[in-house]
Nanobody, 129 residues
Framework: QVQLVESGGGSVQAGGSLRLSCAASRGTFSPRCMGWFRQAPGKEREAVAGIRSDGLTRYGDSVKGRFTISKDGAKRILYLEMNSLKAEDSAMYLC???????????????????????WGQGTQVTVSS
């Protein structure tokens, strides 16, 4: 079983940057599809970015060009580099790893079938305007 721990969240002014990390404490990490998601109070969980087992990435429309997802398989860490942050990016950010490898999985839709993935507890990002 994979345990995921997110870190790197915090408070930042609009236009600033943060880098989130998602560390797998045990279990197989790669190759599996993985993703970052966010959820603001009163809103549904939203896909931010996904990365396929072969490294292909996809992004939600609202973060394209500003966020970058990457992974370090050797260190068992998933990253999310966030630049040009906006107030509307404020949310709890969670990472997810698919439980069973599926080469067709892009990682960005794991929130639609949450039982198919391992989830972290999240890290809070607050962007002030």
């Amino acid at each position: 079983q994979v345990q995921l721990v997110e870190s790197g969240g915090g408070s930042v002014q609009a236009g600033g940057s943060l880098r989130l990390s998602c560390a797998a404490s045990r279990g197989t990490f790669s190759p599996r599809c993985m993703g970052w998601f966010r959820q603001a109070p009163g809103k549904e969980r939203e896909a931010v970015a996904g990365i396929r087992s072969d490294g292909l990435t996809r992004y939600g429309d609202s973060v394209k060009g500003r966020f970058t997802i990457s992974k370090d398989g050797a260190k068992r860490i998933l990253y999310l580099e966030m630049n040009s942050l906006k107030a509307e990016d404020s949310a709890m950010y969670l990472c997810a790893v698919r439980r069973v490898d599926d080469q067709s999985c892009s990682g960005i839709y794991l929130h639609r079938s949450p039982a198919l993935a391992y989830w972290g507890q999240g890290t809070q990002v607050t962007v002030s305007s």
